[in-house]
C-alpha cells in the first residue's frame, strides 16, 4: 500500500521524501516498481480485457451473475466472486431494477378455465407450454402496448405485437405468430393472467379454434405468471428506462431488435447445453408489426 501510495505521487512529491515520510527504503521502492507482474495480476488484466469486451457488447447493462454467465459460456474458468471484485475495480455495475407497487382488479375467469399452472414452469418438450402477458412502452406520445408468447422450453419470444391501443387484436396478433412456429397441432398449454383482453370472447374462441389450452393465474397472484414478468422487467431496465422513445415507430424497431438481436439469440445457445441430446428449435422467422 505505501509503495503505492508512492507511485501515485512520484511526479509531484520527491521519491525519496516520501521514502523518509513513510518509513520505507528507496532501493525496496525501486524492487517493488520494477519487479514484473505476477501471475495473478496478469490473469486479472487479461479477465478485464475480456470482461470490456462482455461490457461493450451488451451495452453495459449486466451484473456480476450475468456477465459471469457470459464469461462461462465463452470458456472462462473463473469464479463470479472474482468478476464481481474486478467490476467493482473497474467501476463498472448493472443497471438496477426499480422498485414499485401497484394493485388493480382482477377480471372474471372465464367459466371454461379451471385451473391455473400451478407455477409449474418446467417443460421438457418445445411448444408444451406457453405464457403470454401485455404491458406498455412510455414514449413521447401516448403509451404503446406490447404482448409476448413466450416459450417455457427454450425461454424464446415466438410471438409478439404491438398497438397503441390494449384491446383483443394485440393478443390475437401475438398468438397467430407463436402459432406459426408451432409445428403441426401439437397440443399446447397457453397460460396467462385475467387482463380483459385476455377474458374476451373473441381470444377464447381464437385458443379453442387452434387447439390451445387456456390456463390462467389466480386472483392476485403475480408470482402465476412470473416468467414473462421477469423478461419484461429485464427488458424495462435494459432498454425502456435507458432510452427515450420519440415516437412509436423508434420504439417499435427498438423492441424489435432486443428481441431478435439479444433475446432470442441468447436463449437459443443455451440449448444444446441445457437439452442434450434432444433437437433444437427452428429459429424463428422475422415479421414485422
Request: charged share 25%; glycine share 6%.
Amino acid at each position: 500500500m505505501k509503495y503505492r501510495m508512492i507511485a501515485r505521487g512520484r511526479k509531484t512529491v520527491p521519491i525519496r521524501w516520501m521514502c523518509r515520510c513513510l518509513r520505507v527504503s528507496p532501493s525496496g521502492y525501486d524492487g517493488w516498481a520494477t519487479c514484473p507482474p505476477s501471475v495473478r495480476a496478469r490473469e486479472n488484466a487479461r479477465l478485464v480485457a475480456r470482461m470490456h469486451d462482455v461490457h461493450t457488447e451488451h451495452d453495459g447493462v449486466l451484473g456480476s451473475p450475468r456477465r459471469w454467465a457470459e464469461l462461462r459460456y465463452a470458456g472462462e474458468r473463473w469464479g463470479r466472486h472474482r468478476v464481481a471484485r474486478l467490476m467493482r475495480e473497474a467501476g463498472w455495475h448493472g443497471v438496477p431494477q426499480r422498485r414499485r407497487w401497484r394493485r388493480k382488479a382482477s377480471g372474471a375467469r372465464p367459466g371454461s378455465v379451471h385451473k391455473h399452472l400451478e407455477r409449474d414452469f418446467q417443460a421438457t418438450a418445445p411448444h408444451t407450454k406457453w405464457v403470454t402477458d401485455i404491458t406498455y412502452i412510455r414514449t413521447a406520445k401516448p403509451w404503446v402496448y406490447r404482448c409476448i408468447v413466450l416459450d417455457l422450453y427454450s425461454g424464446m419470444i415466438i410471438g409478439w405485437s404491438m398497438s397503441p391501443r390494449q384491446d383483443r387484436q394485440l393478443v390475437v396478433q401475438a398468438v397467430l405468430m407463436a402459432l406459426g412456429q408451432r409445428p403441426g397441432r401439437t397440443p399446447v398449454i397457453l397460460h396467462s393472467d385475467r387482463g380483459c383482453p385476455l377474458t374476451s370472447d373473441e381470444y377464447q374462441h381464437c385458443l379453442t379454434v387452434h387447439h390451445l389450452t387456456c390456463r390462467m393465474s389466480a386472483v392476485g397472484n403475480c408470482a402465476d405468471n412470473v416468467a414473462t414478468e421477469s423478461f419484461f422487467s429485464v427488458l424495462t431496465r435494459e432498454r425502456g428506462h435507458r432510452r427515450q422513445y420519440r415516437t412509436r415507430d423508434e420504439a417499435r424497431a427498438d423492441i424489435f431488435d432486443y428481441i431478435e438481436r439479444w433475446h432470442n439469440p441468447r436463449q437459443r445457445r443455451k440449448l444444446p447445453r441445457q437439452r442434450e441430446g434432444q433437437a433444437l428449435l427452428p429459429q424463428p422467422s422475422v415479421e414485422t408489426w
